[in-house]
């Protein structure tokens, strides 16, 4: 496997995400908590970093049993401390260098470089450059403004880039780094989602022997995974428990109970939707909601789950990126929203906790789900917030107002899948405002509620821009929910982006 050593760069995931796309398997440790080094590390990568390595107190690694030893990737950050440390100098460039640049190579005996052409495009980001390497390090690669775009160190597997090959615009860059894992470090290519389920299933099935394991199913990819993988492993001593809230979608409830059931899961659906609905009543702050839902939700499926005889472990679907410890250059980061998963359930419960999923991103866990033959409509669903329609209702939460948001959601949901935008747009929905409008119907004057409309394109929920749906769509829409959903006659559609704004309302 790889080690990437982060030094807190927007990117770092991403080139985990790509190392594991040349089916490699890798792994993302902060820069100052080097693991032991043990024969399955065959290489270890530098991330980049919104620090400067001239800044006092700049992230600085122990190197001292990785480099000259092992294969070593430094990108960007990475590549300008390879630099700076060991003899050579960084300063600021003159100007910041940030977008397209092309490489340019005198000889191309640079493994790292291998089968990839002359004037290939890449892409900078950086506010320092590398203006001299130390004795034995030699360029590489240039380009028109940057000398130093890549360097390799005189008998050592040693590399650095000052451009980042894992970013898209890096047109080559997947080759780039593939050199660097398969030739250079030697990885084999056998991390596939069909060589993950058989590990998987042997490791749960050591584990958890004859034990019965208790899961909560939300509709979603993750949780719907895990519970085929634990379902592959131990059959029948797996219960899931799938609770109605009272939130969910427009015919959510029954339509994901069936496709489960059909799936051959043991899955016990529980209506909880007066419970949860009586205890919102009144409740208007954002917050206050999400920590009621969170706490009803606990408090539901630990009275389910305790009806399971002997159960002993509680099974979650937490993934990768939930579990990669950050590392803040930047200080501690504020709590923006207070997300609710299945967070609080463990110690409540008194259950060993087991996570079947926690090596994967999200892009392999859609995969694993595509070899265990989850259905694509599961496989494809949007992202939906686990305190869901709650979030999206302004103001206080009525069964009335519920049922109104679920039929203007159907149909602008429904619209994007008949229109075949559904699978173009990461995530959408409807807010229902808490604000009246005028409008006129034949002769009358009404006086009826506002909803806006929000489709947001994003990879992991970080970061989202608005959806530039087509008008004729968004008018067709438009009319339908005012012509069909009493109770509407305005629709207005969300174009902000995240940052400044956030996908949810709430
Ligand atoms: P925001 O609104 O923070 O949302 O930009 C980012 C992503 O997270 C989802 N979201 C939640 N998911 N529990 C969840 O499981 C929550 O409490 C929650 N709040 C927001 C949101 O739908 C979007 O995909």
Redesign the pocket.
Known sequence: KIIILDFGSQYTQLIARRIREINVYCEIHPFNKVPALTPEIKGVILSGSPSSVREEGAPTPDLTHIKGKLPLLGICYGAQHLSHNFGGEVAPSASREYGRANLRYADNSCPLLQNVTQHSQVWMSHGDTIVKLPNNYKITASTDEVKVAAFQVANEQTYGLQFHPEVYHSTEGHQILKNFVCNICGCEQNWTPDSFVDTTVKSLQEKLGNDKVVLGL?G?VDSSVAALLLHRAIGKNLTCIFVDNGLLRKDEFTGVLDSYQHMGLNVIGVDARDRFLSELKGKTDPEEK?KT??RVFIEVFDVEAHKIQDVKWLAQGTIYPDIIESVSVNGPSVT??????VGGLPEKMHLKVVEPLNLLFKDEVRRVGRSLNLEETILNR??????GLA?RILGEITPERVALLQEVDHIFINGLKTSGLYDSV??A?VILLPVQTVGVMGDERTYENAVALRA?S?TD??T?DWVHLPYEFLANISNEIINKVRGVNRVVYDISS?PP??????
Request: charged residues 15%; glycine residues 16%; proline residues 9%.
């Open positions: 939300s979603g999400r839902i969170g923006i929203k207070s997300h609710h998963n949007h992202p939906f917030p686990g305190p979030i990461w995530q929905g947001v994003s929920g970080m989202a995240k704004a956030t996908i949810e309302w709430e």
